[in-house]
């Protein structure tokens, strides 16, 4: 009967079962990306536990000695700091100027489409390059501070890359500049899902701009939030391009990172066996923050919902 036999062919072997062709299809991609991802992560674990140099062929297992020495280390101690400070201030500042660019261009301004565009142009650009350049204008010959000179702040004059205490904050301005766009799209993005007539509604009924804009417009937000929130704070922890081009890590570890401490130690040190063991510690803290946020900002956007 016909009724059977197509029972038949959907009970048959993979010719038969249409649902297996696109896994069939897809295994080869998968199959790259665990090799090139997942397979050095597991490699890079049990590098974290040996003392191998990434030249002998030979790795000697010493436990948690690796661990131990990353947290007795003074430098490690000034790289956790450094990677906290700067992320804390970078996810903060980033996604209020980001916030802000974008309430400011979602209205109608005839040059909306260019700024747009051009606030978002620092971060198509290379890191290392805008690096290299921002290094010229802060340098102590640089743009900066000869305008300071030609306007008459000759105090203010400095070199802003080799003080102690101002090298986080000038690193900082230049993550600021870059990354500002991208938030700026994230919550234009988020702009659109918000209805004029709400706004007109409550206009209506007496609520101010900054009770609109806090009651109508900031929960409507939430998922704009938590994917930019997210990708800055993920960013922020992984810094490495910006601050190698700017600095090096310096002055001595003033602005030293987890990141760049994990490629000094491997790749100028010749110490794999610790920088695995700091990429692991990096990994490990990035994925605790990042689980955290997605949590309590899935339960917010929940509640706004």
Do not use: C
């Not at 038949?8 to 896994?23: H, I, Q, S």
């Not at 090139?36 to 140099?53: E, N, S």
């Not at 990354?179 to 700026?184: E, H, K, Q, R, V």
């Amino acid at each position: 009967m016909p009724f059977l036999s197509g029972r038949k062919l959907r009970r048959g072997g993979t010719r038969g079962n249409p649902l297996r062709v696109p896994w069939i299809v897809a295994f080869p991609s998968l199959a790259f990306t665990i090799a090139i991802h997942f397979l050095p992560v597991v490699v890079g674990l049990w590098y974290a536990f040996t003392d191998w140099d990434g030249l002998s062929p030979n790795a000697n297992w010493i436990g948690l000695a690796n661990f131990r020495t990353i947290f007795a280390h003074p430098a490690t101690r000034s790289a956790l700091w450094n990677t906290l400070l700067i992320t804390g201030v970078f996810v903060v500042a980033v996604n209020v100027a980001g916030l802000a660019l974008a309430v400011a261009l979602n209205r109608s301004v005839k040059s909306r489409h260019v700024l747009r565009s051009l606030f978002f142009l620092p971060f198509v650009l290379m890191p290392l390059a805008s690096g290299y350049i921002w290094r010229y204008i802060f340098d102590y010959t640089g743009v900066l501070n000869r305008f300071l000179q030609v306007v008459g702040l000759e105090e203010w004059v400095r070199p802003w890359f080799a003080d102690p205490s101002t090298v986080l904050w000038t690193i900082v301005v230049v993550l600021i500049w870059q990354y500002s766009g991208l938030a700026m799209v994230f919550y234009l993005a988020g702009l659109q899902g918000v209805s004029d007539e709400l706004w007109e509604a409550a206009a209506i009924d007496g609520a101010s701009t900054w009770m609109r804009f806090r009651r109508i417009t900031v929960p409507l937000l939430a998922p704009a939030f938590t994917v930019s929130l997210v990708f800055t704070t993920i960013t922020g922890f992984r810094l490495f391009d910006q601050i190698i081009a700017l600095t090096g890590g310096g002055p001595v570890y003033a602005s030293e990172t987890l990141a760049t401490q994990v490629w000094k130690q491997s790749f100028v040190n010749g110490n794999f066996g610790l920088g695995s063991a700091l990429a692991l510690m990096l990994t490990g803290l990035i994925v605790v923050v990042a689980v955290t946020q997605l949590v309590v900002l899935g339960r917010r956007e929940a509640a706004a919902a």
